[in-house]
């Protein structure tokens, strides 16, 4: 049996196990993503479940298992995860859960955890739009995957795209206007805005879109653009994403209207 190991992790993923476990999947960040067991996890006096939040980072000593790792010693790194957060929870899981879709089991990416720790970090505090974030990691995960979003030429045509609105099409993975637009009714909208803040976002412009103003439906248009064109490519639907898009301004809650409670957040 392989020794006993330390590494640096982010919780994606946890589900209770037996009457007092929980089993982690743990984007470690120089052993990539493994199971763990945690045992007693449950326990109100545990000693190592607060070490092992869900979106937390923290260190962790593993001894390793046939298939699942025992967690014998954890710390968390990063402050507590605010929980009570629903929008930046929500933000959060659908970064795990793409995490999770995009990674191997034990195939380290380190360059990929310094921009996930990154992420949480941000959507963990209070000062920064979390679903501007999410669109960040969004944008920055499918470029790593080989499909940056063409926004410079029509996908259909070819023709150089305008300063005024068009389309996105995921399946195609870009932009398209006029006749081209029109021929795709399945494409999601993208105003002459939406398409300048995509072109910032190429340029990896970091000052000029954190100091961009949020309007209601420009933050929608580029996150439906941006995840969607992530999932597409993922091939399979982004955990969460559902419960973000009636999180938007103006979607509503039909379940409050009638005195129940929201869903609780992601697990």
Do not use: N
């Not at 007092?20 to 763990?36: A, E, N, S, Y």
């Not at 190592?48 to 790792?69: E, K």
């Not at 025992?70 to 933000?91: F, H, K, V």
């Amino acid at each position: 049996m392989p020794p006993p190991f330390a590494d640096e992790g982010i919780v994606l993923r946890r589900v209770d196990y037996g009457d007092t476990d929980r089993i982690l999947t743990v984007f470690t960040r120089d052993h990539g993503k493994v199971g763990v067991l945690v045992r007693g996890a449950r326990r109100p006096h545990s000693r190592l479940g607060p070490a092992v939040d869900l979106f937390s980072r923290c260190t962790i000593q593993l001894a390793p298992g046939r298939g699942l790792h025992i967690l014998t010693q954890g710390e968390r790194r990063s402050p507590p995860w605010p929980g009570g957060d629903l929008l930046r929870t929500t933000c959060a899981a659908v970064v795990a859960g793409a995490v999770d879709a995009l990674l191997e089991d034990r195939h380290p990416d380190p360059e990929l955890y310094a921009q996930v720790a990154a992420t949480l970090d941000r959507l963990g505090g209070s000062t920064h739009d979390a679903r501007a974030e999410l669109a960040w990691f969004a944008r920055a995960t499918a470029d790593r995957l080989g499909y940056r979003p063409e926004i410079d030429r029509c996908v259909a045509c070819g023709a150089a795209l305008v300063d005024r609105d068009a389309v996105f099409s995921p399946a195609r993975g870009g932009a398209l206007q006029g006749r081209c637009a029109a021929q795709e009714p399945a494409a999601l909208p993208c105003r002459a805005t939406t398409l300048r803040v995509l072109r910032c976002m190429a340029r990896d412009d970091r000052p000029t879109f954190d100091r961009l103003r949020w309007e209601p439906r420009l933050r929608d248009e580029l996150e439906e653009i941006l995840l969607s064109h992530l999932a597409h490519h993922l091939d399979r639907p982004l955990r969460a994403m559902e419960l973000l898009r009636r999180l938007r301004p103006g979607a509503g809650w039909p379940a409050l209207a009638g005195g129940e409670t929201p869903p609780p957040p992601p697990r």
